[in-house]
């Protein structure tokens, strides 16, 4: 009974996300050919057969719906294509060089944001009203609201420059190098999560079951692990799906100021060399590992709060 | 010895818009094994009463009196202290059951917690004594429904599980603030019935908050009426339903609509609205909605008593009781002759059934 | 609120006993107080009007203009004695000029393209909440779809194709941005359409456009405000990120992103160019997002965060 509930409910989401992907490539595809001028202008001028050759190795000759369905295809076997930019290389190999940078980056982000974020809103909403809860929540709203290219260059010249404790950029794989690009990165999620979990659990800590556990008898540290927990920390998890979205946001300019070479550099570089497959496949890329990790968050959801499940199933 | 023994219980909260006294010098005692009920509008404090007692009132709230449990007085504990006595030896079930249990944990979760908590038993100890108690207040097949969500009971199965909770620690006293208020006519009667055959069962003393008239008369022994913060009339079920004395209980019991009276009276409501609690009339507080308002009325009126746990604060003498307390211009502790007495159903000054039907 | 019902006119203490009625408050009214009793939503809106004044009045009163190179002061630190308050960069621009001047571009993006997304998400929200069923459905669904695509990208790949016409920029950055928008006003109008008010409408025979102008449209208004609020500062956002990523505004206009930019080039030997902008810049988005959260208190004090 409750088992048919889960499975049905994971197979609509997982089938809603086909046309998402459609949806994602298709204005990919198109709004990049739109683009007056195409991959190869704004190099030196070509001669025109050397040009012709060009074009029509890429297929840039045939009608725009022909390339688009040739395209998809190509998608379909997890072809991206080769890059126009870097020509002796592949977009699936870019990708492959690229995305563990940023995996790396966006992943340490994430936990930092979750863990810290979750910690500064309970302790937050347990002091409601107090000067830490005000302080606190103050520093949050700064933390939301300054753009993370002023917050890195003021930290790359405190602690890298003027303190010369951390590498002001690049990239090695080193646990310094990532210091710096992780905590910027995490910033507003940070503040974002702590003032969404601390609202949320002081909604909780008012609601009447909550005032149930207490008149039972149990110790307030249980009443908030057991009882308040769990249903204050659902709509962190529900936020969790935009935060990543948001930190592949944010990685493109991350990446430009430290130096990074991860997927978000690669894509503006792509974007202003009209590097077309580069760009798309990076495009339908993110795309793609956006739905699955919504996807996953989606079910986590389900997971915690036994209301969905049961109305699904219903 | 009375179980619970409270005097001079005050509640305040303080608010944006000044203080506000909930509750003005109540005192209230309860017997082991005798059923209390509590009665008055929304606003007359009932709820505040029994919450600061149990050190639930909120953060603004704050509460001082005292309040003899078992030889210890509960205003005077810690958290910790209360703690102990929550859920063990004195356990409350709430008014609204569709939000009083937690949606996220099973049924189980929520017993057995208890148990294992108070009584320390283990486990699978704990729910065998959850599901016994499920069975007890007819829950059907409490084995399979223990593990199920609260969602997946209906309001008056959920009221049923929250009594089963209060019960599992088999407490002293058990406190019920408006058990039936949020359910349909029929569960009512049902939880009422069930509440008098446990009351029966198990020699436990209960407060009951209520403004259901019918469930007063059918379980209690022994009855409050508050009104603005403070009890006007005390006394046992037959005295107050028989005999009453104070007007505003008077007014309350004549607005409850009859099946036996004639159908085309009209309903009898008291008149106005209940003070507010920040801005409350000098004197007597219900002077300005009471039929039969007197120029004494603008003193605190005395509080008459017969000495057998009736008591009355009114202006109007009772039959066969003296003032007891030392307000308003009469001398406590002396018999006033009441041979003339006012007979309360005759029109007086400013009386408004002078033009209504007799 | 309260009133008392004196016994009977000619009754001795009905004197005593009367009291006076206590005028009623509009549900505007209302929320502007609690609004006003927000120290930080209030002092935020002051500092605002600050920031807009100057930067819409400082230009006209400063003696240079923001493109204007004076080559005897190059990247000089801020000075009252030169002139130069907040200092110059590295070709000599006045950098106070050049801040106040970039606000006027960060605040008119912020207004136009706030603008535009309200437009397609009030629209869009109220069309699918008010005809529900399945054309709210599809309508939600293509919401969802959306929602779950990296945006920016799509922006950044709207400047590239199109080229960096800032009309292109208004628009681009508010279709981007409706999608919030529209969930909140199809929710609202949702629950507006269920409400005893509008069924009595149309039991009275009022047609479709009518209800919508008359009855729900005004109660919008409390919810749309808040998002106005809170969405100002996004957009500014993302205008300033993509200028920060040189796809913004085109030189000669400058916005406090690019300007943060500018000024990171140089950060080391002049601190200057890139602390006034970004301060600016801060200090904007900071303000508006506690009188987003001020006015959402205000209009709906259940709904605190």
């Known amino acids: ?314 | 010895m009375a179980l619970l023994d409270v005097t001079g219980l005050e509640v305040r909260f303080d608010t944006p818009e000044g203080v506000v006294k909930a509750v003005n010098g109540m005192d209230l005692s309860v017997a082991a094994g005798e059923t209390l009920a509590i009665v008055g509008e929304s606003g007359s404090g009932k709820s505040q009463l029994v919450m600061a007692l149990l050190g639930l009132l909120a953060e603004n709230g704050s509460a001082s009196g005292s309040a003899l449990f078992r030889g210890q007085d509960l205003m005077q504990m810690t958290p910790r202290e209360l703690n102990g006595i929550r859920g063990k030896h004195i356990a409350m079930i709430f008014q609204d059951p569709m939000t009083s249990l937690n949606p996220y944990l099973t049924i189980e979760k929520q017993m057995v917690e208890v148990a294992m908590h108070h009584q320390g038993l283990a486990r699978d100890e704990a729910r065998a004594h959850a599901v016994e108690m499920l069975r007890a207040v007819r829950i059907p097949d409490p084995e399979e429904r223990i593990r199920q969500y609260p969602h997946e009971y209906s309001g008056g199965m959920r009221q049923r599980v929250m009594i089963a909770i209060g019960l599992l620690c088999e407490p002293d006293l058990l406190i019920a603030d408006e058990p039936t208020t949020a359910l349909d006519v029929t569960v009512q009667a049902q939880i009422t019935e069930l509440v008098g055959e446990l009351r029966q069962q198990r020699q436990m003393a209960i407060i009951l908050i209520t403004h259901d008239m019918a469930a007063v008369a059918e379980i209690s022994d022994r009855i409050i009426v508050m009104y603005a913060g403070e009890a006007v009339e005390t006394g046992s079920v037959e005295d107050i339903f028989y005999r009453p004395h104070h007007p505003y209980t008077r007014g309350l019991l004549a607005s409850v609509p009859r099946l036996d009276r004639v159908s085309d009276e009209e309903l009898q409501a008291i008149p106005g609205n209940p003070p507010n609690l920040q801005d409350l009339p000098s004197g007597c507080r219900f002077r300005d909605r009471c039929s039969q308002a007197m120029e004494e009325c603008l003193q605190r009126p005395p509080l008459w008593t017969t000495g057998g746990g009736r008591t009355s604060r009114c202006f109007l003498p009772m039959e066969g009781g003296y003032i007891a307390a030392a307000e308003g211009p009469n001398e406590p502790g002396e018999p006033v002759e009441t041979a003339e007495v006012r007979d309360a159903s005759a029109a007086g000054p400013g009386d408004k059934r002078r033009e209504g039907a007799a | 609120m309260s009133e008392k019902t004196a016994l009977s006119v000619d009754d001795p203490f009905a004197a005593a006993l009367a009291m006076e009625d206590v005028p009623g408050r509009s549900l505007w009214a209302d929320a502007w107080h609690r609004l006003l009793k927000n120290r930080a939503a209030v002092h935020s809106g002051a500092i605002m009007g600050v920031v807009v004044l100057s930067v819409v009045f400082g230009p006209m009163l400063l003696p240079w203009e923001a493109d204007f190179t004076d080559w005897d002061h190059t990247s000089t630190p801020p000075s009252l004695a030169t002139g130069h308050w907040f200092g110059t960069d590295a070709v000599g621009r006045d950098i106070l000029v050049r801040t106040l001047a970039g606000g006027r571009i960060s605040l008119l993006v912020g207004l136009v393209a706030t603008l535009v997304s309200l437009a397609i998400g009030v629209t869009y929200g109220a069309v699918a909440g008010y005809y529900g069923g399945m054309t709210d459905r599809i309508m939600m669904r293509g919401v969802d779809i959306i929602y779950a695509l990296p945006f920016m990208f799509f922006v950044i790949l709207l400047m590239v194709v199109f080229g960096r016409h800032i009309v292109l920029i208004f628009v681009a950055i508010g279709a981007v941005n409706w999608l919030d928008m529209a969930r909140i006003v199809r929710g609202q109008t949702l629950s507006l359409k269920n409400m005893e008010f509008v069924e009595a409408a149309r039991a009275c025979g009022v047609d479709h456009h009518a209800i919508i102008r008359r009855h729900i449209i005004p109660n919008l208004l409390g919810v749309v405000m808040v998002y106005v609020t809170l969405t100002i500062p996004q957009v500014i956002l993302v205008e300033s990120f993509l200028s920060f990523l040189g796809l913004g505004v085109q030189e000669p206009m400058s916005s406090w992103g690019a300007l943060v930019n500018d000024g990171a080039q140089d950060m080391e030997s002049a601190p200057w160019t890139l602390v006034f902008p970004a301060v600016f810049l801060t200090v904007t988005l900071y303000c508006f997002n506690y009188i987003g959260d001020g006015m959402r208190d205000a209009l709906d004090p259940k709904d605190r965060l």
């Open chain 1, 1 to 314: 009974m409750k088992q048919e509930g889960i499975l049905r409910h994971t197979g609509t989401r997982f089938l809603g996300l086909i046309p998402t992907l459609l949806v994602l490539i298709t204005i990919a595809f198109f709004l990049i050919r739109i683009a007056p001028g195409g991959p190869f202008d704004s190099e030196k001028v070509l001669p025109p057969e050397i040009r012709a050759n060009l074009d029509a190795k890429y297929h840039l000759d045939e009608p725009l719906l022909q390339q688009y369905f040739r395209y998809l295809g190509q998608i379909m076997s997890g072809d991206f294509g080769p890059s126009f930019q870097y020509k002796d290389w592949s977009v699936n190999e870019l990708i492959g060089r690229g995305f563990p940078v940023s995996a790396t980056l966006g992943g340490l982000a994430m936990l930092l944001a979750f863990v810290v974020g979750t910690l500064i809103g309970i302790a937050a909403a347990l002091r409601q009203n107090t000067a830490v809860d005000y302080s606190v929540m103050g520093v949050a709203m700064l933390g939301i609201s300054i753009p993370n290219f002023v917050v890195a260059p003021l930290l790359i010249l405190g602690l890298a420059v003027y303190a010369g404790w951390l590498p002001a950029g690049g990239w090695d794989w080193s646990w310094q190098r990532m210091v710096l690009p992780v905590i910027t990165l995490a910033l507003p999620v940070i503040a974002y999560i702590a003032r969404l979990m601390r609202g949320s659990m002081i909604e909780v800590l008012h609601s009447n079951y909550i005032r149930t556990a207490r008149a039972k008898g149990l110790p307030e540290h249980v009443v908030i692990r057991r009882h308040a927990l769990k249903p204050a920390i659902l709509p962190v998890i529900s936020y969790m799906g935009p935060a990543m979205a948001a930190l592949i946001t944010g990685s493109v300019v991350i990446e430009r100021i430290y130096s990074i070479p991860g997927l978000g550099s690669y894509f503006v570089q792509g974007a202003l060399n009209r590097d077309y497959t580069l760009v798309m496949g990076v495009v339908i890329f993110y795309g793609v590992v956006i739905i699955v990790l919504n996807f996953i968050v989606d079910l986590l959801y389900a997971g915690l709060n036994p209301r969905i499940r049961y109305d699904e199933a219903q």
